[in-house]
C-alpha cells in the first residue's frame, strides 16, 4: 500500500554510520532508521549474534521459556531498576501493554479509574488505541472511533496537569523527550511533578521511551536524568539495533498487574530479537559508552550553535537525540542533505531532527556537519 512517502533510494549494504546505494553511491546516515540502528550498519559483534542464532533456533512459541528472552528480561530489570518485563515487536505494542496494565491497575482499585491521560504534542503509535493516546489532531482524523478513556493535557502546564490527573484517571503516559512534534523535552521539574503527583494519587506514571530510551540520550533511560522513576516504561526502536522488538518494563505493583492469560504476542520475545537485543545491551554498558553519548551530542549542538546559521532558530536535544529548528521547510533541508549524501530526519513542523548512530565517530560527526550546513546555505541562497 503506498503509505510512505519515499525517495527512490534503495540501499544494498551498510557499514558503521555508511549506507551504500544500489548505484554505488554512498551516504552518511544521521537518521539510523528512525533511531532504531543504534550500534550502526554491519556492526560485527550483533551480526555474528544474529547469524549464530538464526542457524541454531530463530522461533519457539511462548509455551515454552526462551534462554534468551530470559536473560534478556533480566538484563533490561539490572539496568532500570525494574521488576519485570513484557516483551514484544514494537513501539506502539509496547505501549497497548502499558495501556492495558494501567487499565487493570486502575480498576483493581475503583472500577471507574479508566482514563489515560497524555500530553498535547505527545506521539504513541500507529494502532487504534495508541493513536488515541497521541495527543495531535491531525492522526485522528478520518480513523474514528477512538476508544474512550483518553484525555490531553497541554505539556509544561503544572496547573493542568494537577487538574487533569483526577479520580478517574489510571495512567499519565508522556515521553521525557517528545520525538516526533520536534524533540521537546520535557523539563526536569515538569517531569519530577508529574511523578510526585502520581505517586500521591495513586496513578501509574509511564514514560513512552521508545524513541529517548536505550542510550539514546547518554544515559540509559531518559527518565533517570531528571530523577524520576516510572512504573511503567516502553522501549522499543533501538532496543535491538535493527530487529524488530519492543519491551514493557514495571516496577512494584505495576509489574504484577498482568497474570496468565491476560496478555500475549506470537513473536514477542523471540530468541532472534533477544539475542540481537543484548548485544546491543552489552555494547552500551562498555565503559564509557554512555558518557561518549552524551559528549558526541554536545559536540553537534555546540559545532550547529557556533554557525549562528540565519535559518537556525534553536539547536535543541539530549545526547544523540537532537533538533534543529528552522525557518525554512525542513523537508527542503532534507532534500539539500540527501543531494550531499547525507540522511537526516524530520519532526514536528520546523524541525530537522538527527539520530545518528550511538556508535559514531567524531570524524563523521563533523563530516556530516558540513554537509548539513552546505545544505543550510543552499537553502538560504533559495529563498
Ligand atoms: C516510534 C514511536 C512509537 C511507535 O513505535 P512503532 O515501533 O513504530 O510502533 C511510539 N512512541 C514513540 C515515542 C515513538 O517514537
Known sequence: MDTYKRTGLVFVRG???????????????????????????????????????????IHVSNYYQSR??????????????????????????????????????????????????TLRGSFHGRTIATLAATGQDKFHERFGPFPAGFEYVEAEDSAALDAALGSGTCALL?????????????????????????????????????????????????????GVRPDVVTLAKGLAGGVPIGAVLARGEAARVLERGDHGSTFGGNPLAAAAARVVLSELGSAGFLDAVAGKGERFLEAVRSWKHNLVKEARGRGLMIGIAVTCPPDRVKELCLERGLLVLTAGSDVVRLLPPLVIPDGEIDRGLGLLKDALDAAGKEI
Request: contains cysteine.
Open 174 to 226: 508522556l515521553e521525557p523527550i517528545q520525538g516526533e512534534s520536534g524533540v521537546v523535552p520535557l523539563s526536569d521539574e515538569y517531569q519530577r511533578l508529574a511523578a510526585r503527583l502520581c505517586e500521591e494519587r495513586g496513578i501509574l506514571l509511564i514514560a513512552d521511551e521508545v524513541q529517548c530510551g536505550v542510550g539514546r540520550t547518554g544515559s540509559f533511560l531518559a527518565s533517570s536524568r531528571a
Open 68 to 117: 534468551e528472552a530470559l536473560e534478556l528480561a533480566q538484563e533490561l530489570c539490572a539496568r532500570t531498576g525494574m521488576d519485570a518485563v513484557f516483551l514484544c515487536n514494537s513501539g506502539a505494542e509496547a505501549n497497548e501493554g502499558a495501556i492495558k496494565i494501567a487499565r487493570k491497575h486502575g480498576a483493581s482499585h475503583d472500577a471507574s479509574r479508566t482514563t489515560v491521560v
Open 15 to 57: 557499514s558503521g554510520v555508511v549506507l551504500e546505494a544500489e548505484d554505488g553511491r554512498k551516504y552518511l546516515d544521521f537518521a539510523s532508521g528512525i533511531g532504531v540502528n543504534s550500534l550502526g550498519h554491519g556492526h560485527p559483534r550483533l551480526v555474528a549474534a544474529i547469524a549464530e542464532q538464526a542457524a541454531r533456533l
